[in-house]
């Protein structure tokens, strides 16, 4: 079976703060994708990120970095000099192909995120 | 490309009611997901079409929900009977095959 874990339920920060969401994930699949979510108050869902289990290399956009260790099975999400606009509930969610699975999403539980000015 | 569009946006029915959802997927996305979001957890699976073929099935999707995606374009999920437990928001993603998941913007049922 699959599993998300997000164990920070909620995170509150000031503007300019370096943030650190985290994510440990559960799977006997060798091959499986990793993905970030962003979830504003308006409801809908952004993707942000996918990584599929053979690449390990960390990956950095903009104020956006990600880091996944397959060791830790953790693929921990960092925003640099956070902003207002970066408030949110973030999901981290896991898929597979194999197994009769076609693919859907595992999310964990979501972090709520707020950057306060 | 205008995105996974959903319709409709807020749905405030009374229990035992019928309701119909609808997700347009973008264009060309031969899948589509259906999900379900209670409130502070994460979307949860509940069924997914490959075109027009329902592949497979949460077991979340009791027997009063009903999916469809006629001609593999827009899809529709019913659910009969309603009941306050059904009160949550649905999401529905596209994506073509092995890929991304670009979800809508949901519609949120109210079961009153």
């Known amino acids: 079976a699959q599993k998300v874990t997000q164990a920070q339920t909620e995170i509150s920060v000031v503007e300019k703060e370096d943030v650190t969401l985290d994510c440990v994930y559960e799977t006997r699949d060798t091959t499986y994708y990793l993905f970030w979510y962003k979830q504003p108050p308006s409801g809908e869902l952004v993707f942000l990120i996918r990584?599929?289990?053979?690449?390990?290399q960390n990956e950095i956009s903009g104020r956006y970095s990600w880091n996944f260790q397959k060791s830790t099975s953790s693929f921990n999400f960092t925003i640099t000099a956070s902003q207002v606009v970066d408030s949110a509930v973030y999901f981290c969610?896991?898929?597979?192909?194999?197994?009769?699975?076609?693919?859907?999403?595992?999310f964990g539980k979501g972090t709520k995120l707020s950057v306060k000015p | 490309d205008t995105g996974v569009s959903q319709d409709p946006r807020h749905k405030i029915t009374k229990r035992g009611q019928n309701v119909t959802f609808r997700c347009d997927p973008i264009?060309?996305?031969?899948?589509l997901y259906w999900y379900r979001q209670t409130l502070g957890q994460g979307p949860e699976f509940l069924t997914y079409?490959?075109?027009?073929?329902?592949?497979?099935k949460s077991r979340l999707l009791s027997d009063r929900f009903s999916a469809e995606r006629p001609k593999g374009s827009f899809s529709t999920l019913e659910i009969q009977r309603t009941e306050q437990g059904d009160s949550a928001m649905y999401l529905c993603a596209s994506s073509p095959a092995k890929n991304i998941q670009y979800f809508g913007a949901g519609t949120r049922l109210s079961v009153l």
């Open positions: 264009s060309e996305h031969n899948r």
């Open positions: 969610a896991l898929s597979v192909f194999y197994g009769g699975s076609q693919g859907n999403l595992i």
């Open positions: 079409f490959q075109n027009e073929a329902q592949l497979e």
């Open positions: 990584r599929n289990s053979f690449d390990e």
